[in-house]
Each structure stands twice: as structure tokens, then as C-alpha cells.
């Protein structure tokens, strides 16, 4: 089935889905609910196994935010010791399961007053970037492109440039007529 919600998804979660990137949010608008429901549904059904996960973290009046992640990759980041003390801090337990954290998060974005940044360490940015950007309130980074990098610039323009490069891979290939099925790498 190609629709806009595959373009949507395939441009902005590119990374995510061809395998080089451990996740990536994506913004859908709220006049595609029905869609988006049978989306979801459909793509852990037919992803899951390739390692491939979709997960709503919030629902707002204007949109839904999807995680398109990579389990097994997600969860190694998250279980590294620095970033679990990290994640500690804000609420989040050793114990849980990948999905409870989540889920954690899905809640902290539903209720809490300020916005959770910590997603910075589910999204797979760099701990001590996530660290300053939440002790900084954004400002004073070095480069911005994916995420606002403050301590390495120079070694985040290789991954950056994969990122842009794999978007624009993923857009054209929807545009000459390949299928959303087509570019998911198989990371299983």
C-alpha cells in the first residue's frame, strides 16, 4: 500500500529503516488518524521480524509522533551504564523493559509541564550532547543538523551526511515507484 503516510515515514525515519540509525520520530498529522491506525498495525505485523518497530508516543490535538526504532540496537544503547544512570535520574527503572520505558516516556510527554529531553537518548544521540542540550536549554552548540551537537562536531558531520544522504535515497526510490517494503534493511 503506497500512500503519503509511507512517504512520510520513509523520508523522515529513513535512517531508522535502512539500518543505520537506531530510531527516528516522526510527526504525522492528525487528519490521517484512520490511517495511521492500520499503518501501525500493519508495519509491526510485517516489520517486527526484520528488527523494525513503530510505537506512538503522544497523540496531540494537531498530530501523532511515531518512534520508528530498532529494538536491538535501541535497547544495547539505553542498557549502557551511563546512559541508564542518565535514565535513572529521570524516572526510568533498570528493570523495565524497553517497552515500559517507553512507555514512561509516551507518559512524561502526556503529562509533565516541560518536555521530556531525555528522548535525545532514544533517539541515539550522543549522552553528553543530550546532557548539555538539557543543561544549556539548546543554545550554545556547536552544529545542528540532526541533533544539536556540542561536543564533537567534527566526528558528527560523517553521520549527519549519512542521514541526509539516506533520505534523499529513500525519497527518490518512493518517487521512481518502489515500494515502503522495499527499503526496510533487514537488522533482525
Known amino acids: 500500500m503506497m500512500n503519503s503516510i509511507d512517504h512520510i515515514i520513509g523520508f523522515h ?3 531508522a529503516i535502512r539500518g543505520i540509525k537506531l530510531s527516528n520520530l516522526v510527526s504525522i498529522p492528525r487528519d490521517m488518524n484512520d490511517q495511521i491506525q492500520v499503518v501501525l498495525t500493519e508495519y509491526n505485523k510485517q516489520y517486527n521480524t526484520l528488527g ?5 508516543l503522544c497523540r496531540c490535538k494537531e498530530r501523532r509522533l511515531l518512534l520508528v526504532f530498532r529494538k536491538r540496537q535501541l535497547e544495547a544503547y539505553v542498557r549502557q551504564p551511563a546512559v541508564m544512570k542518565f535514565l535513572k535520574a529521570h524516572g526510568y527503572r533498570e528493570e523495565w ?5 517507553l512507555e514512561h516516556l509516551r507518559n512524561r510527554m502526556e503529562w509533565c509541564d516541560s518536555f521530556p529531553h531525555e528522548i535525545g ?5 550522543p549522552l553528553t550532547d543530550v546532557k548539555y542540550f538539557i543543561a544549556r536549554r539548546g543554545a550554545g552548540y556547536q552544529l545542528c543538523g ?5 561536543t564533537d562536531a567534527v566526528g ?11 533520505r534523499e535515497y529513500c525519497q527518490t526510490q518512493l518517487k521512481l515507484g518502489k515500494t515502503f517494503s522495499s ?3 533487514r537488522t533482525a
Open 156 to 166: 558528527a558531520q560523517p553521520a549527519l551526511l549519512s542521514y541526509k544522504l539516506c
Open 146 to 150: 540532526e541533533w544539536k551537537v556540542y
Open 13 to 15: 525515519c529513513a535512517p
Open 97 to 101: 523493559a524497553l517497552t515500559e520505558m
Open 52 to 56: 523494525l518497530f513503530f510505537f506512538e
Open 121 to 125: 537518548v532514544f533517539l541515539g544521540y
Open 183 to 185: 527499503l526496510v534493511a
